[in-house]
């Protein structure tokens, strides 16, 4: 039997296509699952005020930017030190609950995430809507920007 080399060619080339667009879709997924991951160990520190541990999903850098109800305000220090005046006890934190509306990519390593915040807790329940945007950093996912409302 005699193979035509341009029939030949395109079945590999083919084959090569499919092998990458399943790898693209890999990454994808396992990309969404290690930041849904974070999110989960955040709820979990939250759910036990524990805002130092909450905040190890967050990039620790002066670079870090959170947008919320009080404005901007710049750098990992600075955003724990405010999650820490405006919760200082389990009362006023409560129990956290994210909800994931969207995962989607906006450059190699880098997602945005969007959805919303449920905070049940004593002193009145309190729900708003986020975009948090990830980058993988030194292999780990980390949020360098939060806008929370």
């Known amino acids: 039997m005699v193979y035509s080399k341009p029939k030949y060619l395109l079945l590999i080339l083919f084959a090569f296509a499919i092998l990458f667009s399943c790898e693209e879709t890999s990454t994808l997924e396992n990309d969404k699952k290690a930041i849904l991951n974070v999110m989960k160990l955040q709820e979990e520190a939250w759910n036990k005020h524990d805002l130092e541990g909450f905040m190890k999903g967050y990039w620790k850098n002066d670079s870090l930017k959170f947008y919320?109800?009080?404005?901007?305000?710049?750098?990992?220090?600075?955003?724990?030190?405010?999650?820490?005046?405006?919760?200082?006890?389990?009362a006023e934190s409560g129990a956290l609950?994210?909800?994931?509306?969207?995962?989607?990519p906006i450059e190699p390593n880098s997602y945005w995430v969007m959805g919303q915040y449920h905070l049940t807790r004593d002193v009145g329940d309190a729900n708003g809507n986020f975009l948090v945007i990830?980058?993988?950093?030194?292999?780990?996912?980390?949020?360098?920007?939060?806008?929370?409302?």
Do not use: V
């Open 134 to 149: 990830f980058k993988k950093i030194d292999g780990q996912w980390k949020i360098i920007a939060d806008m929370s409302s």
């Open 97 to 104: 609950k994210f909800t994931i509306d969207d995962i989607s």
């Open 68 to 90: 919320g109800s009080s404005g901007l305000t710049k750098g990992w220090q600075n955003t724990l030190d405010n999650y820490k005046r405006g919760y200082p006890t389990s």
